[in-house]
């Protein structure tokens, strides 16, 4: 089939559960310009280099005029370019981890495993759960919310406005997908406006949560009231809807793979290396969709012009041969594993460090549960989004003693 058609491939929703045949054709094309004038990337070394080349811009102000799309209210520091991303990273990093904060992150350990143990009692006793429900997703949801100090009772509301932001990231371009862009954008300005709210509640007497510290933060480090929305919904989001997809994602290999369970119900010390395995395995961030070049650009072989959309597809990248032996075995003892998911340069992903604590400490709990699990559906049904990719639900089947 003609590589100028693969991201309408990748974007049928037929192909959420397995995408990755049509990776490997990309990786066969290198770059692939597609009908719509732009262009994917699959290759691990070419994604590595461009996601560390600053005349590839994360800014789609870049976009020529025919690729231009509704834009959000305010753009948040993933989608601005040095020297104004570097500087408002810098502020939103302040009450997350070093210099100003070394040790928050790490110092959540002992509340992210209280959160966890509760939710496994919740289960005590059930032979059928929903992995997503009951599990993957309240758990980086609580996390994320006391970081931030948004009341948990809320999430009805920032769930709505979350799913349409999420719904649209798609790949596909048009009349409709610029109305899913708009409903995405007011959904932002509400969810700003909600966090902005919060913040303003908490200046002259903060907590100690980061909307708390943004709004109080001495003046050199103040942020406007855009910039603390724009952040505020950025990391909200970020910090829901990626991990509840790494843990998902996490049980359904695992119960793909029971010799690996197995290796890990004995050796528990190989989960970091677990969790990083899977990053690169199924990554929950698929591909990057939002890079346009600021100049002519030569990647492998190919001349991507100025100002067209560049699709980084991270997941490709992860399962090259010529980076990684073996590329589509799971294996959680694999050495070497510089995988993308996180992405890599000067955007790589703020949240890392506590995805994945999130992430092995879920799983670290799980895992002794999962004996005798057994999976309702394979492949089970998968959310709209290929680019945060990962099941809507997760039905598993446990035997009682040890549910
Ligand atoms: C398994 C979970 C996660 C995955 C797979 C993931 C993946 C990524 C990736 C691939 C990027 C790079 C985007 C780009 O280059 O355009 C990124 C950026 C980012 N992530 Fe994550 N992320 C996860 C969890 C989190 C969490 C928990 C937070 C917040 C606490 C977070 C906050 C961010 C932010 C703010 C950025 C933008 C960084 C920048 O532009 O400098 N992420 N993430």
Redesign the pocket.
């Known amino acids: 089939m003609a590589v100028d058609t693969l991201l309408e491939r990748i974007n049928d929703y037929a192909s959420r559960p397995d995408p990755y045949p049509l990776y490997a054709e990309l990786r066969e094309a290198g770059v692939a310009r597609q009908r719509d004038g732009s262009y994917l990337v699959g290759g691990y070394y070419d994604i590595a280099a461009l996601?560390h080349d600053p005349r590839l811009s994360?800014d789609r102000r870049n976009r020529a005029p025919e690729f231009a799309a509704p834009m959000p209210p305010q753009l948040s520091?993933?989608q601005l370019d040095d020297p104004e991303?570097h500087r408002l990273?810098g502020l939103?990093t302040r009450p997350f981890g070093p210099p100003h904060s070394p040790g928050r992150v790490d110092a959540m350990r002992g509340e992210i495993t209280g959160i966890t143990e509760q939710l496994i009692a919740s289960l005590q006793g059930r032979t059928r759960i929903d992995i997503v429900d009951d599990f993957a997703y309240p758990l980086?949801v609580t996390v994320?919310c006391r970081?931030l100090g948004v009341p948990p009772d809320d999430e009805p509301v920032f769930h709505a406005w979350a799913t349409t932001i999420i719904d649209s990231l798609d790949l596909t371009s048009g009349k409709d997908q610029d109305e899913r862009t708009r409903a995405a954008n007011r959904a932002r300005e509400d969810m700003g406006r909600y966090l902005v709210g919060l913040a303003e509640q908490r200046r002259g007497r903060p907590g100690d949560d980061m909307l708390s510290a943004f709004v109080n933060a001495p003046e050199p480090a103040a942020l406007t009231r855009d910039e603390l929305a724009a952040t505020a919904v950025?990391?909200l989001i970020?910090?829901h809807e990626?991990?509840v997809?790494?843990i998902t994602n996490g049980v359904l290999t695992l119960l793909r793979h029971p010799d690996q369970l197995d290796l890990l119900r004995r050796e528990p010390a190989l989960l970091p290396r677990a969790v990083e395995e899977l990053?690169r395995y199924e990554?929950?961030?698929q591909l990057?969709p939002?890079r346009t070049p600021l100049t002519d650009l030569e990647v492998a072989g190919t001349t991507i012009p100025k100002g067209v959309p560049v699709v980084l597809v991270?997941a490709s990248g992860n399962r090259d041969p010529q980076r990684f032996h073996d590329p589509d075995r799971f294996d959680p003892t694999r050495p070497d594993n510089q995988h993308l998911?996180?992405?890599s340069?000067?955007?790589?992903?703020?949240?890392?460090p506590?995805?994945r604590i999130e992430?092995q400490i879920a799983l670290g709990a799980l895992i002794p549960r999962l004996g005798t699990a057994t999976l309702v559906e394979d492949p089970p049904p998968y959310r709209h989004s290929p680019v945060l990719r990962g099941p809507r639900r997760l039905p598993i089947e446990l035997s009682p003693s040890r549910g």
């Open positions: 996601l994360s520091f993933i991303h990273r939103a980086p994320i970081l950025l990391l970020a910090g990626t991990t997809n790494l990053l990554p929950p961030v990057l939002q991270l998911g996180f992405g340069g000067i955007h790589i992903c703020y949240g890392a506590l995805a992430a």
